[in-house]
């Protein structure tokens, strides 16, 4: 790789870490009955997998996390600080930094990305970016919170009609993108 290509792979990963933190903007909406809001912050997530591939997704997102650890409030809500990790939405936010190595590598070993295969990328994403998330988070939400796992996960199903529709409509999206800009690290 060329000191040129370098520099536009960090570049289009900040670029994407810039996405996630903006649609962090968008407010969480309860949902009552469990500590966890839903959000559309998560729709960077799962562009950062579309968009980058799992090397500079992972990237991306850990960027994103790495200053929520320090402290930025950079979360739904204006959160963030270590302590996030540890609270009720620490599974989710663990789960999102292996979503896009998960993601990239199913799309790697399927060749989901190329054309005609859209319904294999929409299934992959809902696969390894809503319910491996679901799952994970869930599973840390029912230690942290005192909840039987199936409580927990019964739960999640709040979050699934939306979390489909955004997963959709990012690899609509990230297809549209890859076509007129060059990422070209989406299998890295
Ligand atoms: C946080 O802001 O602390 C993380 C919130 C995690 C919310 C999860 S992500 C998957 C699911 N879909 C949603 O819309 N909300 C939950």
């Known amino acids: 790789m060329t000191n040129q290509q370098a520099i536009k792979h960090l570049t289009q990963t900040a670029m994407v870490t810039a996405l996630i933190i903006v649609l962090g903007f968008f407010p969480g909406i309860p949902v009552g009955f469990i500590p966890v809001p839903i959000i559309l912050q998560n ?9 980058l591939g799992r090397k500079y997704g992972t990237m991306a997102v850990g960027l994103f996390l790495g200053l929520v650890a320090l402290g930025l409030p950079l979360l739904s809500g204006g959160r963030g600080g270590a302590a996030v990790f540890l609270g009720p939405t620490g599974g989710y936010l ?3 930094l292996l979503a896009p190595l998960l993601i990239g590598t199913l799309i790697k070993m399927t060749r989901a990305t190329e054309s005609g295969y859209w319904w294999l990328e929409v299934g992959i994403v809902w696969l390894a970016g809503i319910l491996f998330i679901d799952v994970v988070g869930a599973g840390w939400l029912a230690i942290q919170s005192h909840m039987t796992l199936s409580a927990a996960l019964l739960s999640n199903l709040a979050f699934i009609p939306g979390d489909l529709i955004k997963a959709t409509l990012a690899v609509f999206i990230a297809r549209r993108v890859r076509a007129v800009v060059d990422f070209g690290i989406t299998t890295a």
């Open 43 to 51: 729709m960077g997530i799962f562009l950062a997998a579309e968009l």
């Open 94 to 96: 663990v789960a999102w």
